[in-house]
């Protein structure tokens, strides 16, 4: 645990509705999962890893290998890599035919290189092999607790983890094996999981244990643990798990929220116990690794061939002096007196030119073979050793010369251009927009503008660019406006500057120190405060050292809501079994009421509903729905009395998109009593149902609550730049390489970001592709939205085609909705033949996919 911070343990089962209250199968009932054929073998005895020595439970160990050679294979495997390559296959029968006296020329001037290059190479494998080995030492070499017996836990090395052990593993630890999750420091048996090992995700995870063996918290409860796991066999897919677990006389199904994978990392949790289920190569990553190839460069690839075409070459002269020779053997030898004719040798013999001729052809093959220099592979081989004094780890340098080759570089936003920090910057409540900071994305962009703009002369040198604004969406066609501002907030004093806040950049006397109360609408800033405060499924945490709560949220726009809502006077301090606590402060006197809010359903965030709700009961007893999501979702599901402000919001939307910030709609609805225990006993239904259609019955449940909502606002958090994006992308472009980036941002939020990392440039001409909105779901309709979108590919093309001007530059703009049409097999050669025609006008091309939220 970080020090200074408290975690009081909680228990989250009436929170993760749709995961963590598990039916569990009674006796006579049939299992939950049906594992009957190929592919669901495996059985593991929990606690009893002896079990697993005989056949056929004799399962892999956890030793683990990533190396391409051992000292039994390395000589061969190695010396067939070096002469699976043509340059190194023609040396070396060059050597053999040294050796015969047929030979020009002494047979060590061929062997003598041909052994140092092919020696160098084998050394330069068996030097990076080494590096895969001590790798896999260290790996092998990590130690983790795992259950000896009788409740006691020892410190045992990762490659004798056997399938069937119980490991306890400590915070920020990485998981030893694939486990199944049997408890946590949690009292609910929750824990967060960083998986970046595996699909490079930063975001944490949250895993949930299944609720019979929530009691295995502590290691003397082990003593007497016996269980036992029925599922499928090994595979690489990461993101399923079917199985069951057989404890205490019933049966219970598993399934991927309840799996560890190696390689994780155990975060934000003070330690977890789990059962080890799959080790060493069986596991899922590990399954997805492939045994290390042998690469080789676009340059070698080349030489290959350049190899072929003078060893053609070669053998064609050879064959033309040959013949000639044999020509000269068979007519103007008896001649040739001094020669001897009378007695000819073999090789001079004018009674057997095509002898002689064959004899000549093998001497000419060797004395002509400088057409080909071994310095070719002596080059790279010296070159693949070299080291600039840069401490990178390369696995392989056979590709080094791939190095200064790239042409195109396709890139993400979040993480990348980006840091993946929420800043809470921006916010409209009731028809209000608030919020007078200018985001990042406003001043870099307005900044590169002003410099292209400058660089074309439209605007002079004088103007200071440290104070440029940019109003509207940027367009090459029209001429831009740019005014000197300060980004900052005037009402701040520049001699009390504020301390920076992590996850809340918002500047506005408006809304701080209880001033909300004097604003028009004080009823709905209230309650948006109290959706940012309750709405939500983090943890908080006390740091003893400030005195404030900070927040481990899965997402770091989820922990910025929570850092302004604190900010604001409305401090989510406490979660207990059933309750949220918040600590709301109405006056800026400081006074402060707590207020528990019991947590009565909560319907999860996936990217497939794209919103989150909480059903709370509060003190006075009024039921309230508070939700959070995309704009498109959110303004779908309002009742006719709740569209008040939705004109004024939609337009901040835009403005905040164009600014480059995340969106985000919050809404509520109150709820009767009687309709809520209606709804709810048919949710406890869906969600207590044992079957395929479960997820499906969930889906609709919540789809017949989340309805008749009342709009409040919308927020709009900034994720930074990374330091020296723009400067970076600049050089990229003047070098001519091209950049593709795939966003989840609205289109306009990616235009703006685009000219904020100069992605996009002054005087680059735009091509947007979009399509329309379609009535229905009809095959006309889709048809429609094709031949739209083809007609516009088709022109956008022509006029790539006719521009004169050869230093004109493109840029391709697609939305993720068209380019999901722009990629199916009818039209995606001429989307790829436009994507072409820009790449080849140095442009760049900015793809925002559908957005998460």
Same mark, same amino acid.
Request: glycine fraction near 6%; aromatic fraction near 8%; charged fraction near 25%.
């Given at each position: 645990?970080?020090?200074?911070r408290?975690?009081?343990?909680l228990?989250?089962?009436?929170?993760y509705?749709f995961?963590?209250?598990?039916?569990?199968t009674?006796?006579?009932e049939?299992?939950?999962h049906t594992?009957?054929?190929?592919?669901?073998?495996?059985?593991?005895?929990?606690?009893?890893?002896?079990?697993h020595k005989?056949?056929p439970l004799r399962?892999?160990?956890?030793?683990?290998s990533?190396t391409?050679?051992?000292?039994i294979t390395?000589f061969?495997?190695?010396?067939y890599?070096q002469f699976h390559r043509? !340059?190194n296959?023609?040396?070396l029968?060059a050597?053999?035919?040294?050796?015969f006296?047929?030979?020009?020329?002494?047979k060590w001037?061929?062997?003598?290189?041909?052994v140092f290059?092919?020696?160098?190479s084998m050394?330069?494998e068996a030097?990076e092999?080494?590096?895969?080995f001590m790798?896999?030492?260290?790996?092998?070499?990590?130690k983790t607790?795992?259950?000896? $017996?009788d409740?006691v836990f020892?410190?045992r090395?990762w490659?004798?983890?056997?399938?069937?052990?119980?490991v306890k593993?400590?915070?920020d630890?990485f998981?030893?094996a694939d486990?199944? %999750?049997l408890? *946590?420091?949690y009292?609910d048996?929750?824990?967060?999981?960083?998986?970046?090992?595996l699909? /490079?995700?930063?975001?944490?995870k949250?895993k949930r244990s299944?609720e019979v063996s929530?009691p295995?918290?502590?290691?003397?409860?082990?003593?007497n643990?016996?269980?036992?796991?029925?599922?499928e066999?090994?595979?690489?897919s990461?993101y399923?798990?079917?199985?069951?677990?057989?404890y205490?006389r019933?049966?219970f199904?598993l399934d991927p929220s309840?799996?560890?994978l190696?390689?994780?990392k155990l975060?934000?949790t003070?330690y977890?116990?789990g059962?080890v289920v799959?080790?060493?190569?069986?596991?899922?990553?590990m399954?997805?690794s492939?045994?290390?190839?042998s690469?080789?460069s676009? &340059?070698?690839?080349?030489?290959?061939?350049?190899i072929?075409?003078?060893l053609?070459?070669?053998i064609?002269i050879s064959c033309?002096?040959?013949s000639g020779?044999?020509?000269?053997?068979?007519f103007?030898m008896?001649?040739m007196?001094?020669l001897?004719?009378?007695a000819?040798?073999?090789?001079?013999?004018?009674i +057997?030119p095509?002898?002689?001729g064959v004899v000549h052809?093998?001497?000419a093959?060797?004395?002509y073979?400088?057409l080909?220099?071994?310095?070719l592979?002596l080059?790279? +081989?010296?070159?693949s050793l070299?080291?600039?004094?840069?401490?990178?780890l390369?696995?392989?340098?056979?590709?080094?010369e791939?190095? =200064?080759?790239?042409h195109?570089i396709? $890139?993400?936003k979040?993480?990348t251009?980006t840091?993946n920090?929420m800043d809470?910057?921006?916010c409209?409540?009731a028809?209000?927009?608030y /919020?007078?900071r200018?985001s990042?994305v406003e %001043?870099?962009?307005?900044?590169?503008?002003?410099?292209d703009?400058?660089?074309h002369g439209e605007?002079t040198s004088?103007?200071?660019? +440290?104070?440029?604004?940019?109003?509207?969406t940027?367009?090459?066609?029209?001429?831009h406006? &740019?005014?000197?501002e300060s980004?900052?907030?005037s009402?701040?004093?520049d001699?009390?500057?504020?301390?920076?806040i992590? @996850?809340? /950049?918002?500047e506005?006397n408006?809304?701080m120190?209880?001033?909300w109360?004097r604003e028009s609408?004080p009823?709905?800033i209230?309650q948006?405060f109290?959706?940012l405060a309750?709405?939500h499924?983090?943890?908080p945490? %006390?740091?003893e050292?400030t005195?404030k709560?900070?927040?481990?949220?899965?997402?770091?726009?989820e !922990?910025?809501?929570?850092?302004?809502?604190r900010e604001?006077?409305f401090?989510?301090c406490k979660r207990?079994?059933?309750s949220?606590f918040?600590?709301?402060?109405?006056? $800026?006197?400081g006074?402060? &009421?707590e207020r528990?809010?019991?947590?009565l359903?909560?319907?999860?965030?996936t990217?497939k509903?794209?919103?989150m709700?909480v059903?709370?009961r509060d003190?006075?007893g009024q039921?309230l729905?508070?939700?959070?999501?995309?704009d498109?979702i959110?303004?779908d599901r309002l009742a006719?009395n709740?569209?008040?402000?939705?004109?004024?919001?939609t337009?901040h939307?835009?403005?905040?998109?164009?600014a480059?910030?995340?969106?985000l709609?919050? #809404?509520?609805?109150?709820?009767?009593?009687?309709?809520y225990?209606a709804?709810?006993s048919e949710?406890?239904? #869906?969600?207590? +149902?044992i079957?395929s259609?479960?997820d499906e019955?969930l889906?609709? /449940?919540s789809?017949m609550?989340?309805?008749?909502l009342i709009?409040?606002g919308?927020?709009?958090?900034?994720?930074k730049l990374q330091?020296?994006?723009?400067q970076?992308?600049d050089? %990229?472009a003047?070098? =001519?390489?091209?950049l593709?980036?795939l966003?989840g941002?609205k289109?306009?939020?990616a &235009?703006?970001?685009g000219f904020a990392?100069?992605l996009?440039?002054q005087g680059?001409?735009?091509?947007?592709i979009?399509s329309?909105n379609?009535? @229905?779901e009809?095959?006309d *309709?889709k048809?429609?939205?094709k031949?739209?979108?083809?007609n516009q590919?088709t022109?956008?093309?022509q006029?790539v085609?006719?521009e004169?001007?050869?230093?004109?530059?493109?840029?391709l703009?697609?939305?993720g909705?068209t380019?999901t049409?722009?990629l199916?097999?009818?039209?995606?050669?001429?989307f790829l033949?436009?994507?072409?025609d820009?790449?080849?006008?140095?442009a760049v091309?900015?793809l925002?996919s559908?957005r998460?939220?």
């Open positions: 645990m970080a020090r200074g408290i975690r009081s343990k228990r989250l089962s009436n929170l509705t995961g963590c209250l598990r039916p569990s009674l006796e006579g049939d299992p939950p594992l009957h054929g190929p592919g669901f073998s495996r059985t593991v005895f929990c606690n009893q890893p002896h079990m005989k056949k399962y892999r160990s956890n030793y683990v990533t391409r050679y051992n000292l390395f061969p495997k190695s010396l890599e043509a !340059a296959l023609y040396f029968v050597a053999i035919l040294s050796v006296p047929l030979s020009p020329f002494n001037s061929m062997i003598a290189p041909l290059v092919v020696g160098l050394m330069k030097l092999d080494w590096r895969r790798q896999d030492v260290k790996i092998n070499a990590r607790c795992v259950h000896k $017996s409740g020892r410190q090395k490659k004798k983890v056997r399938v069937g052990d119980v593993v400590e915070k630890e998981f030893p486990l199944l %999750l408890s *946590s420091s009292e048996g929750i824990c967060y999981v960083e998986t970046m090992n699909d /490079g995700e930063t975001n944490l949250v299944l929530l295995l918290d502590d290691d003397e409860s082990f003593k643990f016996m269980a036992t796991i029925r599922c066999d090994p595979n690489p990461l399923t798990f079917v199985g069951n677990l057989e205490e019933q049966t199904p309840q799996i560890l190696r390689d994780s975060r934000n003070s977890v116990y059962v799959f080790t060493g190569h069986d596991t899922k990553v399954q997805n492939t045994k290390s190839p690469k080789r676009r &340059i070698e690839r080349t030489m290959d061939y350049i072929y075409t003078l053609v070459l070669l064609l033309i002096s040959s020779f044999a020509w000269e053997t068979e103007h008896p001649k007196w001094y001897r004719p009378d000819p040798e073999d090789l001079t013999n004018p +057997s095509v002898y002689a052809l093998i001497t093959l060797l004395l073979g400088y080909i220099p071994i310095s592979r080059h790279r +081989s010296c070159q070299a080291s600039n004094g840069v401490p990178e390369a696995r392989t340098s056979n590709l080094n791939e190095l =200064g080759q790239v195109t396709l $890139s993400d979040t993480g251009l840091c920090q809470f910057l921006k409209s409540i028809g209000t927009s /919020g007078v200018s990042e %001043l870099a962009a307005a900044k590169q503008m002003a410099v703009l400058e660089e605007i004088s103007t200071p660019q +440290s104070q440029t604004k940019v109003y509207g940027w367009d090459s066609s029209r001429t406006e &740019i005014e000197v980004g900052g907030d009402n701040y004093n001699n009390n500057p504020r301390v920076p992590k @996850g809340f /950049g918002f506005d408006r809304l120190n209880g001033n109360l609408q009823n709905d209230l948006f109290r959706i309750i709405c499924t983090a943890i945490e %006390l740091n050292e005195g709560y900070t927040y481990e949220a899965e997402s770091p726009d !922990a910025s809501f929570l850092a302004a809502a604001f006077g401090e989510f207990t079994q059933s949220v918040v600590r709301e402060r109405f006056s $800026s006197s006074q402060v &009421i528990e809010y019991k947590v359903n909560l319907l999860e965030f990217s509903r794209k919103r709700s059903i709370v003190e006075e039921i729905l508070l939700c959070k999501g995309a498109s959110i303004f006719k709740g569209k008040t402000y939705l004109g004024p919001t337009r939307l835009t403005e905040y998109g164009e480059g910030l995340q969106t709609a919050l #809404a509520y609805r109150k709820l009767d009593e009687e309709e225990t709804w709810n949710f406890l239904k #869906a969600k207590t +149902s079957g259609d479960r019955l889906e609709k /449940g789809d609550i989340e309805k008749e709009l409040v919308a927020t709009a958090v900034e994720d330091k020296g994006v723009p970076c992308i050089k %990229l003047q070098a =001519g390489l091209k593709w980036v966003t941002d289109m306009e939020t &235009i703006n970001i990392c100069s996009l440039r680059m001409r735009q091509i947007c979009t329309i379609p009535d @229905g009809s095959q *309709s048809r429609a939205v031949e739209n979108i083809l590919l022109k956008a093309v006029m085609k006719l004169k001007d050869p230093h004109a530059a493109f840029a703009i697609i939305d909705k380019l049409y722009a199916e097999d009818d039209m995606k050669y001429q033949a436009l994507a072409v820009c790449a080849s006008s140095s091309a900015c925002p559908k998460l939220w």
